[in-house]
């Protein structure tokens, strides 16, 4: 059963993990505009449009857990779009946090909202501290918000010198500079190729090995430079061509797909019937990685030619976007970061059995899943088959890909 929760309630529990006012910049600041939200109407169509039929399959409150709420822009038109629903928002970045749990008051939303300060593989722990047991509809837009990409000073940016940073969470401990300090060349080649689908990172792994040992590389000046004197002028795609390195090792820093693969799951074990699975992600091997998820229960989990397929065996989520949606021409042009957005959501329309609740929560005990991850665990789960093993239901599930006719 879902608590029918309060937010007096929650705000206790969740005290601990409650943004730091600190953290938040000055007050002139308009919160509406820095963070475009993409493919917003499909998104609040897709959150909401099951909530009231999720929640009477409880008959609690509908919750919605936003696990990227960023500069709440998606946030605030869930709540907007239903005036029942509660949310609980999460994000690693504090100052994130605290922008836009003052977003939230000034729309009014104040007694529905509750900010949680955490990494969103932390999901089934952050419930289990508020006290909730299902919820309604669980929404993730992966990356990086225009807040962070334009703060000049954490390192994100290969078009501004900085620091090597790149955390999400300042208080983690480990920053791109530490990772180019202390991988070896084939680790430093490992995570440009497959995070960066780098074409020349065995040759920069190798020169970032050897040039550390003059002098100690902290900057994205010195990144840059290091990039530009390796690539070959005539092998170059258009753009900065450190962009690949730079992508790379931010995925790397801040463990993106190792969470990313144990959070899907503790979603999936915390859904109501009738509650959705939402995901915005804009790098490939995310979108994989979701796709691969989900088909899991998209799926008959049992041998092809079975008469009679098992209770247990049939599919328990149903392909709400039909494969993913993109971003459409126009919203290209006018927000540039939707352009490689693939957003897809599943509905959870069974419970889930027992032989595959354990499986999910084995992939839910990922690395990360405590919260004490080190970075260069990714490879392990980020390349590892997430399902496509059982036949689909019935008919073949249909992963195409289309584009919003809006
Ligand atoms: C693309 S932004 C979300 C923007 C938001 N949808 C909006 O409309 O304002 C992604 C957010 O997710 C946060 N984030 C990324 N990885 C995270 C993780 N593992 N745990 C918690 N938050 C994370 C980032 O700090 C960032 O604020």
Known sequence: ???????????????????????APDDSIDLTSIHQ?????????????????SAATHGGTPVIVDCTLGLAG?????????????LIGIDRDAEALALATRRLEQAGFADRFTPVHAAFDE???????????????????LGLSSLQIDETDRGFSYSHDAPLDMRMDPSQPTTAADILATYDAADLRRIFKEYGEERFAGPIAQRIVRERQEAPIVTSAQLNDLVDRTVPRAHRASGNPAKRVFQALRIEVNGELDKLASTLPQAALR????????????????DRTVKRFMAKGLTIDAPAGLPVVPDDAQPFFHDVTHGAIKADDAEIASNPRSASVRLRAVELIRPIPASRRRELADD????????????????????RPGGGHGRSAGHRTQHHERTTGR
């Open 37 to 53: 939200p993409v493919l917003l109407d499909d998104c609040v169509d897709l959150v909401t449009s099951n909530l009231a039929a």
């Open 1 to 23: 059963m879902t608590d029918d929760i309060e937010n007096r309630d929650i705000a206790g529990a969740a005290a601990s993990s409650a943004p730091d006012p600190s953290a």
């Open 364 to 383: 839910a005990a990922g690395p990360g899943a405590d919260g004490t991850r080190t970075p260069g665990t990714a490879r392990r789960r980020a390349g």
């Open 271 to 286: 859904l109501a019937v009738g509650g959705r699975l939402v995901v915005e992600s804009y790098h490939s091997l995310e």
């Open 123 to 141: 999901l089934g722990a952050v419930l289990e501290r508020l006290g909730i047991h299902q919820v309604d509809a669980v929404f993730m837009d």
């Open 74 to 86: 998606h946030s605030s038109a869930f709540l907007a779009a239903n005036p029942d629903a509660r």
